[in-house]
Nanobody, 127 residues
Framework: QVQLVESGGGLVQAGGSLVLSCAAS????????IGWFRQAPGKEREGVSS????????RNSESMKGRFIISRDNVKNMVYLQMNNLTLEDTALYYC????????????????????WGQGTQVTVSS
């Protein structure tokens, strides 16, 4: 299966921004739809954003109020999550996930749909 490694997490003040990266290896990322998810202590895993194989179909969860933007670069085998105007409620472990699919336009914010997961990167927002 495709291997995924997240990076870019850390400590940031409320109102600040971070860019998370997800690097894929072993297989071409262009064959996979990608999702970003997060899980805070005591809460269930939550869909953040998802993007289709070619990057032309995507969804940034409405619960993020337009603050998060997903993008991908298939040439570099990279996926990104731009996070702006961070709040304390954004503190969580953030994961990228991949689903191999024959559909160019497929995406999902539901975590059971995905087959492969990274280990996560911690984002902590302070006041």
């Amino acid at each position: 299966q495709v291997q995924l490694v997240e990076s870019g997490g850390g400590l940031v003040q409320a109102g600040g921004s971070l860019v998370l990266s997800c690097a894929a290896s072993k297989f071409p990322l262009e064959d996979f739809a990608i999702g970003w998810f997060r899980q805070a202590p005591g809460k269930e895993r939550e869909g953040v954003s998802s993007i289709s194989r070619d990057g032309r179909s995507w969804r940034n969860s409405e619960s993020m109020k337009g603050r998060f933007i997903i993008s991908r670069d298939n040439v570099k085998n990279m996926v990104y999550l731009q996070m702006n105007n961070l709040t304390l409620e954004d503190t969580a472990l953030y994961y990228c996930a991949a689903r191999k699919t024959s559909y160019m336009e497929a995406w999902s914010l539901l975590h059971p749909w995905y087959d492969d997961w990274g280990q996560g990167t911690q984002v902590t927002v302070s006041s």
